[in-house]
DNA sequence: GCAAAAGTGTTCCTTTTACACCCATGC
DNA sequence: GCATGGGTGTAAAAGGAACACTTTTGC
């Protein structure tokens, strides 16, 4: 085995949205060198006999305090200058997390985490904004053929915040009406039979629920979830 | 740095495709241990300074003689257990290849190297079944909306092929009429006003050529290849 | 009553699907 | 001439886009 100097990490874009804060990304403050004091996508190394998921976890509940709802990897970087320290190998993933359950610290290997608005993020340490650019890209595109909008949001929600989560990862207006009808009709959505808090002027809107078994059993039969 | 005992592998589910065997991939035989004699995908260790495509592409070369001529990463697979020697991380990446392109030569690395229609594989060591059979995924979702077909037939081919390509891709039939009205339409396809040397009876086939240039013309207009 | 936000329905147009006919070759 | 495979067109059905009206709330 000619290989030597080779490490291997685990990496984490982790998103949260929030209806007034839109869609952010959870950033540490890197307590050690190299880059210490930039901000950074949290990550670590792989332990012998851990999972990558695993690691993942285990660096996010260290770093942060926080454990995400989904995670799906991303893509492996391992370009040999991408680390000044030597050849390393980082294995990225993305995780989705409802912003109203946790909340965040800074822990022992970071000095400090925080949510940033993606429109808005500091100079990134490493190759990470690449990292990030490449997770958003992933997420616009899965949430169009996979329900994985729901776990950004809070367990019951009301259509509007579907709606305007999908605009923000977009970029763009969608059609209000089109939109719900296009998402009630896949089936997949139950409806609550209660409404939302008045939090404005308007009309209270319906709360609902993703019904996962109902997903699956749809899926099972070969129909697409297509947004 | 607490990690012990890590290598990281890089592995490629190499496609290949011939209008007669249909589409197939290539394997190894194994030279060493462990699985010695088994059929496997081809792959070995990143040495270090090597970019991960550098790695795949110096692996396939020295076990099959081959090289690629689309090749992108698939998924990482990381658990512990997977390699009954250590924990052993190996980057997949899968390829498509011209197969009336390259002569297979099994070289210092391997004992044999063949290849396989895709519905009759033998055994495969390690976890390679799991790494095919996601790559096949990948290959069958992501020629729906990126022309990388082409890649797999010869620089100039009639439409029949490539229909026959989509149909052994996704396994059930497609209207010859309604495929070549969408492909046509889609305008990156340059007619080289040259037919096929007969092979049979029926009426010769136009042979047609991928432009590329215009696919990225298009694709830059926010044109989406769809099939 | 008015503005703001949410729910529901209808029409039009584009895209997809299904299907029929003609053409060029080998035997 | 007939069977085989390839090229082109058209009509019906489905899906998506555009758009209007009504309901419920806060002030």
Redesign the interface.
């Given at each position: 085995?000619?290989?030597?100097?080779?490490?291997?990490t685990v990496d984490a874009v982790v998103f949260g949205y929030d209806a007034k804060d839109g869609l952010s990304v959870l950033l540490i403050k890197r307590l050690y060198e190299p880059f210490k004091g930039k901000w950074a996508i949290p990550g670590g190394?792989?332990?012998?006999?851990?999972?990558?998921e695993q690691a993942v976890e285990r660096e996010l509940k260290e770093e942060t305090g926080i454990k995400v709802n989904y995670l799906e990897?991303l893509?492996?970087y391992?370009?040999?200058d991408r680390d000044p320290r030597s050849?390393i190998?980082t294995?990225a993933y993305y995780g989705l997390i409802r912003r109203t359950k946790f909340e965040l610290y800074a822990s022992t290997d970071a000095e400090d985490a925080q949510w940033f608005n993606i429109n808005n993020l500091p100079k990134l340490a490493f190759d990470h904004q690449t990292i990030f650019d490449d997770a958003l890209a992933r997420l616009r595109g899965k949430i169009a053929y996979e329900p994985i909008g729901f776990e950004l949001l809070d367990e019951q929600f009301p259509l509007p915040d579907l709606h305007r989560l999908y605009e923000t990862l977009y970029g763009q207006k969608i059609d209000r009406r089109n939109f719900s009808k296009k998402i009630l009709q896949l089936d997949i959505l139950e409806d609550l039979n209660k409404f939302q808090a008045h939090e404005g002027r308007g009309r209270p809107s319906k709360l609902y629920k993703f019904n996962k078994a109902k997903y699956f059993a749809l899926k099972e039969k070969g129909m697409m979830f297509e947004v």
């Open positions: 085995m000619l290989q030597q100097n080779l490490s291997l190394f792989l332990l012998a006999g851990e999972s990558l990897q893509y492996t391992g370009n040999p050849h190998v294995v």
